[in-house]
């Protein structure tokens, strides 16, 4: 099996937060910039160059997203500054929820939460998904999940 990235829509997603992201920050620092330079257009400049800053980081992102269901763990890649690649063995899986915020829910997307066995923040979130994609890879990892422990037993 190969790496399979995100839903493509998941961009849109994440280029929203990264518009709303630049507002913000325009909104507490660039009227602060334009006040101390007095250099009017310095908080339209300040909003422009975020949000393509921003924008920049977010299509990156996507493009580096990828997740593998091997034979024994669900394998994670992803990170833009820091690149992190997970490793998820099924024997560590405690339970796996599909969710659907309401930004999910209006663009049609779920992310899939697998809660793992052992230190805290251990858990990972696949996003970008399809409703059904991550009902059908819950299912996956699931069934996956029990076969290893099956296994497992039946080894000792």
Not at 50 to 77: A, H, I, M, P, T
Not at 101 to 116: D, H, K, N
Request: no cysteine; charged share 25%; glycine share 6%.
């Amino acid at each position: 099996m190969e790496l399979q990235s995100l839903h493509p829509r998941i961009r849109s997603v994440w280029l929203a937060v990264a518009f709303l992201g630049a507002v913000v920050l325009t909104s507490v620092l660039g009227g602060a910039l334009a006040v101390y330079t007095e250099f009017e257009e310095a908080a339209a400049i300040f909003f422009f160059v975020l949000l393509s800053l921003f924008g920049v980081y977010q299509w990156k992102r996507y493009s580096v997203w990828g997740f593998e269901v091997r034979e024994d763990n669900v394998y994670l890649r992803y990170g833009v500054l820091v690149r992190v690649q997970k490793v998820v063995p099924f024997v560590r899986i405690q339970h796996i929820d599909s969710r659907r915020s309401p930004v999910e829910r209006a663009t049609g997307l779920a992310s899939l939460v697998i809660y793992t066995a052992g230190s805290r923040g251990a858990d990972v979130r696949i996003p970008g998904l399809l409703p059904e994609q991550a009902d059908e890879l819950r299912e996956e990892l699931k069934d996956l999940a029990i076969e290893d422990e099956t296994r497992r037993d039946d080894a000792v």
